[in-house]
């Protein structure tokens, strides 16, 4: 092997080991998001009430209504949805938020939609920008033709959120979070 050879492999050794070595820390020492209604009190199932969400944690299963995902710390900004040509104000749950509820904020995401359709999200980028999953849009319930009723949403900065890399990260008809293991 030539000197340059080695070196590219001992720099690429040491970026990867960087990557894999990341921890997040406490949630005190996590980036701020800035929110637009605080945690209220979870509220239990209500009988016959309909799952909308399940997290498949370390510990176990969550099952997460509309109402229990409504009382959960909200964000709210306004974004293009480019499937659609429309720009919405969302609100919901930040993926970091459902992450650590779920006991796995840190870990890359696999979200699932009712579809069949799935993708992965890298935590270097929910741990660091308000990616959230949307119930609302424009202060109204998402309909099924908006992709609803709960639709993965990036907000418009960084700008590198909007390239073709990231359209698979707009995941409608979400149902499912697990950890990628």
Do not use: C
């Not at 969400?53 to 370390?58: A, K, M, S, V």
């Not at 109204?140 to 990036?154: D, H, S």
């Amino acid at each position: 092997m030539t000197l340059p050879h080695l070196a590219r492999l001992a720099l690429s050794a040491l970026l990867l080991h960087s990557a894999a070595a990341q921890t997040w820390g406490a949630p005190a020492s996590w980036k701020p998001f800035t929110y637009a209604r605080a945690a209220q009190p979870t509220p239990v199932r209500k009988p016959g009430e309909r799952v909308m969400l399940q997290l498949d944690g370390t510990s176990g299963t969550l099952k997460l209504t509309l109402r229990q995902l409504q009382a959960m710390p909200a964000v709210r900004y306004a974004t293009l949805h480019r499937q659609l040509k429309q720009t919405f104000t969302y609100q919901g749950v930040t993926l970091r938020d459902l992450a650590a509820r779920g006991g796995f904020a840190g870990k890359d995401l696999r979200v699932y939609a009712s579809n069949g359709y799935f993708t992965t999200i890298r935590a270097s980028d929910y741990m660091n920008e308000p990616i959230m999953l949307a119930y609302s849009a424009d202060g109204q319930a998402i309909t099924t033709l908006q992709k609803g009723p709960l639709t993965v949403v990036l907000p418009a900065q960084p700008a590198r959120l909007h390239t073709t890399e990231y359209g698979a990260a707009w995941v409608w008809y979400v149902e499912r979070i697990a950890p990628l293991t």
